[in-house]
């Protein structure tokens, strides 16, 4: 067998993480075409396939996934070391990309990135938003950001955003005086509830809290959605009760669309945070961001409070 050439050997790697020829052609700024003869002289040199070719997409074989496996570590060195060759530490340069869930994306990251892309004009950032749970690593993310709840034990994690948040229970003031105001949890099997799917297909449960005491409702019947503005959109014109993140519906509540209640039942938690593999080189583009983000909760200020 000849000695396969390790570009092309990166370049397999690249394909399988971008989940396809034209995304990894496109970060690669070469040709879709170009990049699949390399692919294919690679499958040839080994004689294997290393990859599942459909109209649908492509997957990396058995073989394919059991050698990335074993080559994603050595890749990661190599990079790490030529990096490390033309690094500028005070002024990074690469791309960076993260995986987190709609309420970060939206309440908590654009504040504390508009101070992060203004000191590191080098950094190009791509932010995928998704509530779905993957394995972001492998997915070929940098980092990503969650609550601690799912957060796998190989990874570092560091506080990012608001330390305390909670899930709040509203509805429109005009709701409340036609159907009443619930006082416990029980009562709500009589009202009209806004569910949250996920893209999963899985149905948010609420959960209720005090004194120890946990008390959990499926909200199916009135209106479910996997959109969080459209339920927050029913919840204002009076069509029923949501139970959401408080980033969610600060701006209603401070106008009066929403009126809050059963305050002692509310769920409360840690805040969200940043994590990565332990196992990893860390690239420049997210040591900065990491620096930044712990520079930031060592000034006691872990980030800009949302608006």
């Not at 993310?141 to 190989?154: C, H, N, P, T, V």
Request: aromatic share 8%.
């Amino acid at each position: 067998m000849r000695q396969p050439n390790l570009s092309d050997v990166a370049l397999f790697a690249a394909v399988v993480e971008a989940g396809g020829f034209r995304v990894a052609a496109q970060r690669r700024g070469m040709s879709a075409s170009s990049l699949s003869d390399c692919v294919r002289r690679l499958e040839k040199e080994l004689d294997v396939r290393l990859l599942n070719r459909t109209t649908r997409g492509l997957t990396p074989t058995e073989i394919g996934a059991r050698l990335l496996e074993r080559l994603r570590p050595a890749l990661d060195e190599i990079n790490t070391a030529l990096n490390d060759l033309q690094e500028d530490p005070q002024n990074p340069v690469g791309s960076l990309r993260l995986h987190v869930p709609g309420v970060i994306a939206r309440h908590i990251l654009p504040q504390l990135l508009d101070g992060f892309l203004a000191r590191y004009p080098g950094i190009a950032l791509e932010v995928n938003m998704d509530n779905t749970f993957i394995d972001v690593i492998g997915a070929g993310y940098d980092a990503g950001i969650r609550y601690e709840e799912s957060l796998a034990k190989d990874m570092i994690a560091i506080p990012i955003g608001p330390r305390r948040q909670c899930f709040m229970a509203v509805a429109a003031p005009s709701y409340l005086q036609r159907h009443g105001t619930p006082q416990h949890p029980s009562e709500l099997s009589e009202h009209r509830l806004l569910g949250y799917r996920f893209a999963s297909g899985k149905l948010g449960v609420w959960e209720f809290e005090q004194e120890g005491r946990t008390l959990r409702i499926a909200p199916g019947g009135r209106l479910v959605s996997s959109s969080q503005d459209l339920l927050i959109a029913a919840a204002c014109a009076g069509h029923g009760i949501l139970y959401t993140f408080e980033e969610y519906i600060a701006a209603h509540l401070a106008s009066g669309q929403l009126q809050p209640f059963m305050q002692d039942w509310w769920q409360h938690f840690d805040g969200p945070y940043l994590y990565y593999h332990s196992r990893r080189h860390v690239p420049a583009p997210l040591r900065a961001f990491v620096d930044y983000v712990k520079a930031l909760n060592d000034s006691g200020h872990p980030s800009p409070s949302p608006k």
